[in-house]
């Protein structure tokens, strides 16, 4: 008899952070998670995603509106800031950080987010199936890992056959947005999503300008000050 799987064979391109959380962060997964984050069915590993799950927007936020997902989401910054400028539109936050989710969380509620929607999965799942296709507006990949050694480079999350991961969930004419502050990924990027034939250029010219929707964080601001130059992308989802 052949014994249940028990990891996960699909695409992985994160170590999963933990380390002790604060009472703050602790008290939002207690108090704040059950209005917040969408509660994921999980397969075979942790972080993995039931193939039959099925996230619907219009049913989690009670309302039809685009939708925005930001893959990587970090401490929330971007998404926080984002969700406040734009109450008409609906945000989806991935990450699999759960101190980065709680904070998250944390700010939405300060803030009184009422359009913001967590989710602690694999990016990729989310994206392949948890997702209904054709139902995201933009799709945001602000900073991710590097995996800067050589050795590394083939975990990266945007390599060949991503446009056809994150292409579909994107509707028809809606953007994939791509920043990251290594030379070499940025190349790769350039070079993977302009062969994919989901995706074509939604900029002119060698690199995009700095997307104005995205704040500056600590984290890029720590980029700027060791001389790198951060480089954006945008690619526009081609037509079925």
Sequence with gaps: MTEPAT???????????????SDGQERAWRELAPTYVFDVPRDVA???VHPDARFV????FGRVAPLVVEIGTGQGHAIIHAATEHPETDFLAVEVYHGGLARTMLDADKAGLQNLRLIEANAPEVL????????TDEVRIFFPDPWHKKRHNKRRMISPGF????????????LLRLATDWEDYALQMREVLDEEPEFERAFDG??????????????ERKGLDKG????????????R
């Design 46 to 48: 942790e972080t993995s």
């Design 128 to 135: 392949q199936t948890l997702l209904p296709e054709a139902s």
């Design 57 to 60: 927007p219009q049913q989690e």
């Design 163 to 174: 446009g056809a991961v994150v292409g579909r969930a994107i509707r028809d004419g809606g």
């Design 228 to 239: 790198r130059d951060i480089r954006d992308l945008t690619y526009r989802r081609i037509a």
């Design 7 to 21: 990891r996960r064979t699909g695409p992985l391109s994160f170590v999963r952070r933990g380390g002790r959380m």
């Design 206 to 219: 060698e690199w995009d300008d700095r997307f104005a929707g995205r704040p500056m964080t600590a984290f």
